[in-house]
């Protein structure tokens, strides 16, 4: 019995021995360095060769428990711990009943980085405000931000520089939110380097007036170029020099600052290269800034009765030696403070010479003019501009101070008709003004501002012709010396009103009180200068002593509803206007009484996120200047006597315009739609006298009509599989018109379409392209002529830039043009450029050579259409030339 029982126990035991030995378990604690235990930490049970036989975590209480399993070769074991946060830490196994407890040291894990790339041009759009990244649509050949600006979907660049958003024109070009320009951005885009920019942005509905942001409509569109942060922190500038062959020189010495409280764009600039200086220099929207301060300033008379330019690119024909400074600083003196200060002088030399064939096309007959000109200008342009802004949430003060002097001397050796003649054209214009703007915000969240500006002009202007063009019209067949006609016109004006806002929750009224004052005299003598050097008059109707006065007074109610979905602007003005002209010599004296009503409205509806659809319209009553009732013949071009023989010519138009823009950030696609008609009666027209020597001209009291309809839609998209913008537009644009001539009314109809298509890609990394063709067709109809008149012309441009190591640069482009027209034969020119760039990274400068007008074409010639004229114009302009310019980069 016993034995047996033995015999069981003993079996028991070999039966339940490897249970027991598994169940032998490793326990412990996991601690940080505080004693603080570590809840959910990992513990590895790791044999030799470093394998995991076992796992588990530490419970809420810093407590873990590992189970060895019965095969497991205890000689070697370990445990392990981790935990994110904390040191790794191990031990090893040496005693199978002891607790194995770890404290871990913290530690700091910097996690790898993470590159994601996505090199797909993308817009980011925030409110009313929509980002371009440059870097998306630059090359490494793009010079300056206007050259990137021309790749981006939406906006369009203008031969002149304009730019456009969707179809519309942009009121002004900031620099990190600063108005250094005004309208003169050209000076920005054509200077600015490319790699200092980061964003440009579209600000639509722009109000630049903080007072009045969400309280008055708007619907004016901007540009602001972001600058890089390390842009700003230092001085930036491009100094180039260069010459050419044949006798040709280049200088642009720059220096740029754009920091947040001070920019500045400063430079000179110097060639005879054909790049032209004055374009440095246009107002884009000067048209829009006259109307806005109502000052009707009166135009240059005389003229040498050149050509004008051909329709090329100006540095395709410009014969020039022109040189320029311009200094524009902007200092922001404190938050919504700013002095700023623009001066520029510009000298210039320019050369022309060209031939001219003109008709015009008479029920009856035909008369013609042939003509050969060899033209030499030389414009001195200085201005200067000094302002002063503060525009804060409740208060706004501008004023600014512009003055502007230019002289103007051109020479003209002139055949006309197989008549040679010499011609002296001196002009010199004087022009002052003052600006002044106050807006205040009562307790009561009313606004009250005041308006005052003043101008004071003068153009004394004097032309020369000589010898003897046509005695038998001037001095009865008898040979003479010179012909002499001088005008002048000093004026003085000013405009002032007061106004007062009252916003709402919905909308906001306004309302205006003021006056204007014009004050002039029209002064012209035209002269003969007989064979002994004596001097006349041409006869007593050769002389103006005009005086000259108008008073407007005027009030004006507005109402703005600047919602979010709807924005509505209506203007009623109404003006009561007194003038008052007079001239003893012709015992002209009149007094004109007249009020007026010139409604106005804007409505923009947003029917989309990303697009709205607007709608204007307006009546307006327009009256005639002092230009227009002058009695004396003025001889305002050698082939043209002017005069008037009307009362003041009284105008009423009625316009209305329907657009539409759509737009899709996220695809990079835009279009927009526009549609305009406008109907202008006059109470007078225009009647010309033509013979082949001379035109006289005189205005009749007779009701003259002008209708005019005109539609464009421009679209453009970004095209991500082949990298390319592309571009669409299409316009058309009918007028119907009377004119006099030799006593016969004429009814004309012309009308003009034109459609263009655009295309800019990045074919690699290394080649870029871009093309861009124009088709235009003008057509002349009047039922009074048998025969219509048309001419078609195509423009096409296109260039390649090919970069085959990262610091060389080659670039090549070329124009054609093509004119098909009836009265003559096809027209067919080819222009083409190339260059190529070398950049030294490490000494930052760059040299370059380039050659310009390949073909070396010598001679241009240009169809201009209008009612029963035609012209073809042909013009000498400049050949081949090679040139090599170093350029440092600060």
Same mark, same amino acid.
């Given at each position: 019995?016993?034995?047996?029982?033995?015999?069981?126990?003993?079996?028991?035991?070999?039966?339940?021995?490897?249970?027991?030995?598994?169940?032998?378990?490793?326990?412990?604690? &996991?601690?940080?360095?505080?004693?603080?235990?570590?809840?959910?930490?990992?513990?590895?049970?790791?044999?030799?060769?470093?394998?995991?036989?076992?796992?588990?975590?530490?419970?809420?209480?810093?407590?873990?428990?590992?189970?060895?399993?019965?095969?497991? =070769?205890?000689?070697?074991?370990?445990?392990?711990?981790?935990?994110?946060?904390?040191?790794?830490?191990?031990?090893?196994?040496?005693?199978?009943?002891?607790?194995?407890?770890?404290?871990?040291?913290?530690?700091?894990?910097?996690?790898?980085?993470?590159v994601i790339k996505d090199d797909r041009p993308r817009l980011r759009a925030h409110g009313d405000t929509l980002?371009?990244?440059?870097?998306?649509?630059?090359?490494?050949?793009?010079?300056?931000?206007?050259?990137?600006?021309?790749?981006?979907?939406?906006i369009d660049v203008a031969k002149d520089g304009k730019i456009s958003y969707n179809g519309k024109s942009i009121?002004?070009?900031?620099?990190?939110?600063?108005?250094?320009?005004?309208?003169?951005?050209?000076?920005?885009?054509?200077?600015?380097?490319?790699?200092?920019?980061?964003?440009?942005?579209?600000?639509?509905?722009?109000?630049?007036?903080?007072?009045?942001?969400?309280?008055?409509?708007?619907?004016?569109?901007?540009?602001?170029?972001?600058?890089?942060?390390?842009?700003?922190?230092?001085?930036?500038?491009?100094?180039?020099?260069?010459?050419?062959?044949?006798?040709?020189?280049?200088?642009?010495?720059?220096?740029?600052?754009?920091?947040?409280?001070?920019?500045?764009?400063?430079?000179?600039?110097?060639?005879?290269?054909?790049?032209?200086?004055?374009?440095?220099?246009?107002?884009?929207?000067?048209?829009?800034?006259?109307?806005?301060?109502?000052?009707?300033?009166?135009?240059?008379?005389?003229?040498?009765?050149?050509?004008?330019?051909?329709?090329?690119?100006?540095?395709?024909?410009? %014969?020039?030696?022109?040189?320029?400074?311009?200094?524009?600083?902007?200092?922001?003196?404190?938050?919504?403070?700013?002095?700023? &200060?623009?001066?520029?002088?510009?000298?210039?030399?320019?050369?022309?010479?060209?031939?001219?064939?003109?008709?015009?096309?008479?029920?009856? =007959?035909?008369?013609?003019?042939?003509?050969?000109?060899?033209?030499?200008?030389?414009?001195?342009?200085?201005?200067?501009?000094?302002?002063?802004?503060?525009?804060?949430?409740?208060?706004?003060?501008?004023?600014n101070f512009i003055t502007d002097y230019s002289r103007n001397t051109g020479y003209s050796a002139l055949n006309?008709?197989?008549?040679?003649?010499?011609?002296?054209?001196?002009?010199?214009?004087?022009?002052?003004?003052?600006?002044?703007?106050?807006?205040?915000?009562?307790?009561?969240?009313?606004?009250?501002?005041?308006?005052?500006?003043?101008?004071?002009?003068?153009?004394?202007?004097?032309?020369?012709?000589?010898?003897?063009?046509?005695?038998?019209?001037?001095?009865?067949?008898?040979?003479?010396?010179?012909?002499?006609?001088?005008?002048?016109?000093?004026?003085?004006?000013?405009?002032?009103?007061?106004?007062?806002?009252?916003?709402?929750?919905?909308?906001?009224?306004?309302?205006?009180?003021?006056?204007?004052?014009?004050?002039?005299?029209?002064?012209?003598?035209?002269?003969?200068?007989?064979?002994?050097?004596?001097?006349?008059?041409?006869? =007593?109707?050769?002389?103006?002593?005009?005086?000259?006065?108008?008073?407007?007074?005027?009030?004006?109610?507005?109402?703005?509803?600047?919602?979010?979905?709807?924005?509505?602007?209506?203007?009623?003005?109404?003006?009561?206007?007194?003038?008052?002209?007079?001239?003893?010599?012709?015992?002209?004296?009149?007094?004109?009484?007249?009020?007026?009503?010139?409604?106005?409205?804007?409505?923009?509806?947003?029917?989309?996120?990303?697009?709205?659809?607007?709608?204007?319209?307006?009546?307006?009553?327009?009256?005639?200047?002092?230009?227009?009732?002058?009695?004396?013949?003025?001889?305002?071009?050698?082939?043209?006597?002017?005069?008037?023989?009307?009362?003041?010519?009284?105008?009423?138009?009625?316009?209305?315009?329907?657009?539409?823009?759509?737009?899709?950030?996220?695809?990079?696609?835009? %279009?927009?739609?526009?549609?305009?008609?406008?109907?202008?009666?006059?109470?007078?027209?225009?009647?010309?006298?033509?013979?082949?020597?001379?035109?006289?001209?005189?205005?009749?009291?007779?009701?003259?009509?002008?209708?005019?309809?005109?539609?464009? &839609?421009?679209?453009?998209?970004?095209?991500?599989?082949?990298?390319?913008?592309?571009?669409?537009?299409?316009?058309?644009?009918?007028?119907?018109?009377?004119?006099?001539?030799?006593?016969?009314?004429?009814?004309?109809?012309?009308?003009?379409?034109?459609?263009?298509?655009?295309?800019?890609?990045?074919?690699?990394?290394?080649?870029?392209?871009?093309?861009?063709?124009?088709?235009?067709?003008?057509?002349?109809?009047?039922?009074?002529?048998?025969?219509?008149?048309?001419?078609?012309?195509?423009?096409?441009?296109?260039?390649?830039?090919?970069?085959?190591?990262?610091?060389?640069?080659?670039?090549?482009?070329?124009?054609?043009?093509?004119?098909?027209?009836?009265?003559?034969?096809?027209?067919?020119?080819?222009?083409?450029?190339?260059?190529?760039?070398?950049?030294?990274?490490?000494?930052?400068?760059?040299?370059?050579?380039?050659?310009?007008?390949?073909?070396?074409?010598?001679?241009?010639?240009?169809?201009?259409?209008?009612?029963?004229?035609?012209?073809?114009?042909?013009?000498?302009?400049?050949?081949?030339?090679?040139?090599?310019?170093?350029?440092?980069?600060?």
């Amino acid at each position: 019995m016993v034995r047996l029982l033995k015999i069981g126990i003993v079996y028991i035991v070999c039966m339940l021995g490897p249970a027991f030995a598994f169940s032998q378990t490793i326990k412990g604690f &996991v601690t940080d360095s505080l004693g603080k235990t570590i809840a959910y930490a990992g513990v590895n049970l790791k044999s030799a060769g470093n394998v995991i036989i076992a796992y588990t975590t530490t419970n809420d209480k810093g407590l873990y428990a590992l189970s060895i399993p019965a095969d497991a =070769d205890k000689k070697s074991l370990m445990v392990e711990v981790s935990c994110i946060g904390y040191k790794k830490m191990a031990q090893p196994i040496t005693d199978f009943t002891s607790s194995h407890n770890f404290k871990l040291s913290a530690s700091v894990s910097q996690l790898k980085t993470v590159v994601i790339k996505d090199d797909r041009p993308r817009l980011r759009a925030h409110g009313d405000t929509l980002d371009y990244r440059v870097a998306d649509f630059s090359a490494p050949q793009d010079r300056v931000i206007g050259d990137v600006l021309k790749k981006m979907p939406g906006i369009d660049v203008a031969k002149d520089g304009k730019i456009s958003y969707n179809g519309k024109s942009i009121s002004g070009l900031y620099i990190g939110g600063d108005n250094l320009l005004d309208d003169k951005y050209n000076i920005a885009t054509n200077t600015i380097p490319n790699g200092v920019v980061e964003k440009v942005q579209v600000m639509e509905n722009h109000q630049p007036v903080k007072m009045l942001k969400d309280k008055v409509v708007s619907d004016d569109v901007a540009l602001n170029l972001t600058i890089k942060k390390d842009a700003k922190l230092q001085l930036v500038g491009q100094e180039t020099l260069g010459a050419g062959l044949p006798d040709k020189y280049y200088a642009d010495i720059n220096a740029m600052m754009f920091k947040d409280k001070y920019k500045g764009i400063n430079y000179i600039k110097a060639n005879n290269t054909n790049y032209d200086l004055s374009g440095d220099l246009i107002s884009h929207n000067i048209g829009n800034y006259m109307q806005r301060v109502d000052n009707d300033k009166p135009g240059t008379l005389l003229s040498l009765g050149t050509a004008g330019d051909p329709d090329l690119p100006r540095n395709r024909y410009l %014969f020039n030696k022109a040189g320029i400074i311009n200094l524009n600083n902007l200092v922001n003196v404190k938050p919504g403070v700013q002095l700023k &200060v623009n001066a520029s002088y510009l000298r210039d030399d320019q050369k022309q010479i060209y031939r001219r064939f003109s008709e015009y096309y008479l029920p009856n =007959d035909t008369v013609r003019y042939t003509e050969l000109q060899n033209n030499r200008r030389r414009p001195d342009l200085l201005h200067a501009q000094i302002g002063i802004n503060i525009n804060k949430d409740k208060y706004y003060l501008n004023n600014n101070f512009i003055t502007d002097y230019s002289r103007n001397t051109g020479y003209s050796a002139l055949n006309t008709n197989g008549v040679p003649v010499n011609q002296l054209f001196r002009d010199n214009l004087t022009n002052i003004s003052n600006e002044f703007n106050y807006m205040n915000t009562f307790k009561s969240n009313n606004i009250i501002e005041v308006f005052s500006y003043i101008n004071r002009s003068r153009e004394p202007e004097n032309r020369i012709i000589e010898p003897n063009l046509n005695p038998e019209i001037f001095n009865n067949g008898v040979a003479y010396k010179q012909i002499t006609q001088t005008v002048d016109i000093p004026t003085w004006f000013t405009n002032n009103y007061l106004s007062y806002r009252i916003p709402g929750n919905s909308f906001t009224q306004s309302y205006k009180a003021g006056f204007a004052i014009q004050s002039q005299t029209l002064f012209s003598n035209l002269n003969l200068t007989q064979l002994n050097n004596s001097t006349n008059l041409l006869g =007593d109707s050769a002389v103006n002593n005009l005086d000259w006065q108008r008073k407007k007074f005027y009030a004006e109610a507005g109402f703005d509803v600047p919602g979010n979905k709807l924005k509505l602007n209506v203007t009623l003005p109404v003006s009561y206007q007194q003038t008052d002209y007079s001239d003893g010599s012709y015992s002209l004296k009149k007094h004109l009484d007249r009020l007026y009503f010139n409604p106005r409205a804007m409505l923009k509806y947003q029917t989309g996120v990303e697009n709205f659809v607007s709608l204007g319209y307006s009546f307006r009553n327009d009256i005639g200047t002092i230009q227009d009732v002058y009695r004396g013949y003025i001889y305002t071009n050698y082939r043209t006597l002017y005069a008037n023989n009307a009362d003041l010519i009284e105008r009423k138009t009625q316009a209305a315009n329907l657009g539409f823009s759509y737009r899709k950030a996220i695809t990079l696609f835009f %279009f927009g739609a526009n549609l305009s008609y406008s109907h202008q009666n006059a109470n007078s027209i225009a009647s010309s006298l033509i013979t082949n020597n001379i035109q006289q001209r005189v205005v009749l009291p007779f009701d003259n009509n002008i209708d005019s309809w005109s539609g464009s &839609v421009n679209t453009s998209k970004y095209i991500f599989p082949l990298r390319t913008t592309l571009s669409a537009r299409a316009s058309i644009q009918t007028t119907r018109y009377n004119q006099i001539f030799n006593g016969i009314i004429l009814p004309y109809n012309t009308i003009s379409n034109n459609v263009g298509i655009g295309a800019d890609t990045k074919v690699s990394s290394k080649v870029n392209f871009s093309y861009k063709a124009n088709y235009g067709q003008t057509t002349s109809k009047s039922p009074a002529i048998t025969s219509s008149s048309k001419f078609q012309q195509l423009t096409q441009q296109g260039s390649v830039n090919y970069n085959p190591l990262s610091n060389l640069f080659f670039a090549v482009s070329a124009d054609h043009y093509f004119t098909h027209q009836q009265q003559a034969n096809d027209l067919e020119y080819v222009f083409a450029d190339a260059s190529l760039r070398y950049k030294f990274t490490k000494i930052k400068a760059d040299i370059e050579l380039s050659a310009q007008n390949l073909f070396n074409t010598t001679s241009y010639s240009a169809l201009y259409l209008s009612a029963n004229t035609f012209t073809q114009s042909s013009y000498n302009i400049p050949g081949r030339f090679l040139l090599a310019k170093v350029t440092f980069n600060l």
